[in-house]
């Protein structure tokens, strides 16, 4: 009703319909909304007025003869409207989209259809954020809300304060628990074992991004393959609007079949349905869009990427004396440096001297990094050297001990000093600055000759240019010779830096990273920023150039151009991704120009995502996988849905827990808990001890023999390296299928036993010792920082492998790092040749070796197996025991 309060001045206000009206000399004007905020109630010592702001120019008014009963009423009023006001507009989308969301819930559980991230965000796109509503009223407008605003606002207010997202979820649960219900034969029978009902909830969970994390031999197939099926069954999308993608073209082979077969079975259509590879589907994409489909440069297409690599070296070596010495320089000098002056793992030992550091081309050992490319330039160069050489006169006092120079050159009679200082003059430990003036002063108090280096120098070439120099003053020729017949530590052979530039090229293109993409990130880690990394792309990018234009000079792309090209094509053209579902297998495995690519074809709202994979089987990113796209996978594609598959069809339960709790070390994954399907229990995981290396074939041959004669079955002799297969003997067994392959070979394939028959420490041991070289971080996505991260899911890849057994063969005091942490879990036995249980002791000191039995000079004690790295020693006790 409306409401009139009029003064004795001559004014009148009327409220009505959220408005005041003011009628004053025949005047009238209106307020309405926050203009309201314009008259506000004020005391003045005369009695009580109201006070109108201008909306203009024009003076303010003063309303003299105010009742005070009335003054509450006409506050509360302007209050009233001006709440209103900053809450009508909101508060009527809130009132619409809630009956359009109330309604799209209440549909879709009627008719089981899932609720889609995207359905449901279209409907609550724009509306404002509860909080951000109340921060627009005053804490007076919010305490008398309740009474400014109708039931029907009121609900719409309270509305905008839900967990949307959450009431979408629970709707989908119902839906989910109906679906199940009544799709319960076709779950039965839609592959040729019912699904799990971990697996039919992926199946139903028909939202927009679904990202299933799927355990090693769950079935992840059988959830792509059903996902076909229910989309077609359900009237989701028709055959031709389904793509698949896989890793190579045997997996999509296999998936197109299976589907296939499947979607016969249960007499739904399946022409247009493609399964194919990134590869295969991004030249066809090409081809669509542009009218001719780009051809695969011949050496990418048939593997011998490197070998172009080498050929386009060679031909730059030959045609560039600059490119020549530098590719020289960076293989013999820089190809194993740290970086750092305290130098890296040492690599050498000398009994002789009791040295422990790094091996050098003329077969010495050295102490520092420093010293060793120091003796390896000499040596490149014919310098006559001798390292660590007495000094011919007695300078011994109480302070100093011999003193013998870090190098001697006897034919010109000069001694150097090579300093381990860096850039900034600062050395690596206190008191170093004191020895060097002491050892100045030695020269020059007996008149010696002395030639000094510096670490930083050294490390950035110009320090071998001033040394060259210095030598060379003192009658020394310099003969340079690369090709110089090396007797000691082997150089970074022309093969290996290919393959190294070949793997930097990978990344590179697969990330379409530019030079001024590389320079900002080495401008954001300046511990990278090296004359050493200069080094390297100043060479990369010769070499990128040519590659180029090989291309282009047989009008051809390689796999990363292609999928770069592909991507930006839908891109420009969204009416290229036809496709309502996209699959895609083995997620973890996900390139950035794949998922580039996969990104592109979701087109907008109405598409659907399947990922479907495993973080602990992540073993490519050599190769320019990123499993980041999967663990930060909403970031990537946008808000997802994560399901799991944690039942395993192919292990036993013991398998599962050994290689569960081994790859769990590792705390940046994805955490699952995985069930066998068949039960608890199974047969522990054997490690068996060898006593030397060459024992291991015939081990292994022992392990085969007593299988074929315990036993049916296949086996899957797993290698780290290809060279393993010499472990494996010829001989065929009764009843056995053996099998060998390398680990990376065997993921997606299982046998009944699995044996791994060299899981040693070192350089080609598992895991490998090769470190990544630092350079391949400019541009290799960034791993999860834990230790032998990537050959950790490797091992659990072959632990998980086996239907029955796994046996681990390792040789006693080389046992690898692994083996040692298998040592620790209660479901490992450990035994001998024999079969007996052997008790293994892990050294107290680096936790990372065994203690052996060896002798010295005061007879026999145990000492730490990755020794010279490690010296800890123990006692050998009358009894056989050991003690610190």
Not at 60 to 70: A, E, K, N, Q, S
Not at 232 to 246: K, N, V
Not at 582 to 606: H, K, N, P, Y
Not at 667 to 691: D, L, S, Y
């Amino acid at each position: 009703m409306p409401r009139t309060w009029s003064g004795n001045s001559g004014w009148a206000l009327t409220y009505a319909r959220d408005r005041l009206t003011l009628a004053v000399d025949g005047a009238v004007e209106e307020l309405v909304g926050a203009d309201a905020a314009r008259l506000r109630v004020a005391r003045r010592w005369n009695g009580t007025c109201l006070v109108l702001e201008p909306a203009d120019d024009a003076p303010r008014r003063r309303l003299t003869g105010v009742d005070p009963r009335d003054a509450r009423e006409i506050r509360a009023a302007v209050t009233r409207i001006v709440t209103r006001g900053k809450l009508r507009d909101a508060l009527a989308l809130a009132a619409h989209r809630e009956q359009v969301f109330h309604r799209l819930l209440a549909t879709r559980v009627r008719k089981q259809r899932w609720i889609a991230h995207d359905d449901a965000a279209t409907i609550l796109a724009g509306l404002p954020r509860h909080a951000d509503l109340l921060a627009l009223l005053s804490p007076a407008e919010r305490a008398d809300l309740p009474r400014h605003l109708s039931a029907d606002e009121q609900r719409a207010l309270a509305f905008l304060a839900q967990d949307h997202l959450a009431r979408v979820g629970a709707a989908n649960d119902e839906i989910l628990r109906r679906e199940l219900i009544a799709g319960r034969e076709f779950f039965a029978r839609v592959e040729r074992s019912p699904l799990t009902a971990e697996q039919a909830r992926a199946v139903v969970s028909y939202d927009n991004r679904v990202r299933v994390i799927a355990a090693a031999g769950s079935g992840k197939t059988s959830v792509m393959v059903a996902r076909a099926a229910y989309a077609l069954r359900r009237g989701l999308t028709s055959p031709d609007r389904i793509l698949m993608l896989a890793f190579n073209a045997d997996a999509a082979r296999e998936l197109q079949e299976r589907v296939d077969a499947r979607l016969d079975a249960l007499g739904l259509p399946h022409d247009g349905l493609r399964a194919a590879t990134f590869h295969s589907f991004g030249l066809s994409l090409i081809a669509e869009a542009t009218g001719r489909r780009p051809a695969i440069a011949p050496w990418v297409e048939s593997g011998t990427d490197v070998e172009k690599v080498q050929e386009i070296v060679d031909r730059l070596r030959d045609s560039d004396l600059g490119f020549r010495f530098r590719w020289d320089l960076f293989r013999l000098l820089y190809g194993k440096v740290s970086g750092a002056p305290d130098g890296g793992d040492h690599d050498s030992y000398d009994p002789a001297t009791g040295v422990s550091g790094f091996a050098t081309y003329r077969g010495e050992t050295v102490r520092s990094e420093g010293e060793r490319l120091v003796a390896d330039w000499l040596f490149l160069n014919g310098v006559d050297y001798r390292y660590e050489h007495p000094y011919p006169h007695n300078v011994a006092d109480r302070a100093h001990g011999r003193y013998v120079a870090d190098f001697y050159y006897p034919d010109a009679d000069v001694w150097h000093e090579h300093w381990a200082l860096r850039a900034d003059g600062t050395a690596p430990f206190r008191g170093y600055a004191e020895a060097m003036a002491w050892k100045r002063r030695v020269h020059a108090t007996h008149g010696t000759a002395l030639i000094e280096t510096e670490w930083h120098a050294i490390l950035d070439h110009t320090g071998f240019e001033a040394l060259a120099r210095d030598l060379e003053s003192h009658g020394l020729t310099l003969d340079w010779n690369p090709d110089r017949p090396i007797p000691g530590a082997e150089p970074l052979e022309h093969e290996r830096l290919a393959r190294l530039v070949r793997t930097f090229m990978t990344h590179v293109r697969s990330g379409a990273l530019t030079r001024s993409a590389l320079e900002e990130r080495l401008a954001s880690t300046p511990a990278l920023d090296t004359p050493r990394t200069r080094l390297f792309l100043e060479l990369y990018w010769r070499i990128h150039e040519r590659w180029q234009e090989e291309l282009a000079a047989i009008d051809a792309v390689d796999f990363d151009d292609m999928l770069r090209r592909a991507a930006e094509l839908v891109e420009r053209d969204p009416g290229l991704a036809r496709w309502d579902l996209v699959m895609v297998d083995e997620f973890q495995d996900t390139s950035r120009a794949r998922a580039r690519l996969t990104r592109a074809l979701l087109r907008g709202r109405g598409t659907h995502l399947l990922a479907v994979g495993d973080d602990w089987q992540a073993v490519n990113r050599f190769a320019g996988a990123d499993l980041s796209v999967m663990t930060g996978f909403s970031a990537f594609f946008g808000l997802a849905l994560t399901r799991r598959l944690q039942t395993t069809f192919r292990t036993s339960q013991t398998v599962a827990d050994v290689s569960s709790r081994f790859v769990s070390r590792n705390p940046a994954q994805i955490t699952k808990t995985v069930r066998a399907a068949r039960g608890p229990g199974g047969a522990p995981v054997a490690v068996v001890r060898v006593e030397r290396h060459d024992a291991l074939a015939g081990a292994v041959e022992a392990h085969l023999r007593r299988l074929a004669r315990e036993s049916r079955g296949t086996v899957d002799v797993l290698g780290r390296y290809g060279f393993d297969r010499k472990l494996v003997p010829t001989v065929q067994l009764p009843g056995l299928d053996v099998r060998f392959r390398t680990v990376h070979r065997s993921k997606g394939l299982e046998a009944d036993h699995v044996i791994m028959p060299n899981v040693t420490t070192g350089r080609y041991g598992f895991p490998s010792s090769i470190v990544d070289d630092p350079v391949l971080t400019l541009a290799m996505s960034a791993d999860d920082g834990h230790r032998h991260s990537e050959e950790r899911r490797l091992f659990y890849v072959a632990l998980t492998r086996a239907r029955q057994t796994v046996t681990v063969f390792t040789v006693a005091g080389r046992e690898s790092p692994f083996v040692l942490e298998l040592l620790e879990d209660p479901d490992v036995e450990v035994r001998g040749t024999s079969g007996e249980a052997e008790e293994v002791r892990v050294c107290a000191g680096c936790g990372e070796g065994t203690l052996v039995r060896r002798s010295g000079r005061h007879g026999d004690f145990y000492g730490c197996s990755t020794f010279p790295r490690c010296r800890e020693t123990a006692r050998v006790q009358p009894a056989g025991g050991t003690s610190r």
